[in-house]
């Protein structure tokens, strides 16, 4: 079993930036890929950001590449999203999903595989 809890989201004008962290239970982190996803209001979730059980391998929608970056520390059992020059179309609840993985080689892009979600963290963007 696995328990996520995001933070770190909040309000932000265009352009600006903030840091989404997502804490783990549990002592087997470094058996399990991350993701993040984002729903805005009216919207299916899409996914945004994966990353490797090393973090070694790393995965952006096309949305959010070059803008944003997901890391993790495996001491801490966090993985982060790093968002920079935020626009108002990121406005969403921001989740973090973990999924069981085989190889540090490896990242999930479909919400469908994770086997874990956390609560989810509101972000929102003003133009």
């Known amino acids: 079993q696995v328990q996520l809890v995001e933070s770190g989201g909040g309000l932000v004008q265009a352009g600006g930036s903030l840091r989404l962290s997502c804490g783990a239970s549990?002592?087997?982190?470094?058996?399990?890929?991350m993701g993040w996803f984002r729903q805005a209001p009216g919207k299916e979730r899409e996914f945004v950001a994966a990353i490797g059980r090393s973090g070694s391998i790393t995965g952006y929608s096309y949305s959010v590449k070059g803008r944003f970056t997901i890391s993790r520390d495996n001491v801490k059992n966090t993985v982060y999203l790093q968002m920079n020059i935020l626009k108002p179309e990121d406005t969403a609840v921001y989740y973090c999903?973990?999924?069981?993985?085989?190889?540090?080689?490896?990242?999930?892009?479909?919400?469908?595989?994770?086997?874990?979600w956390g609560q989810g963290t509101q972000v929102t963007v003003s133009s």
């Open positions: 999903a973990a999924k069981w993985s085989p190889s540090d080689n490896l990242y999930y892009v479909v919400g469908k595989e994770y086997n874990y």
């Open positions: 549990g002592r087997t982190f470094t058996r399990y890929a």
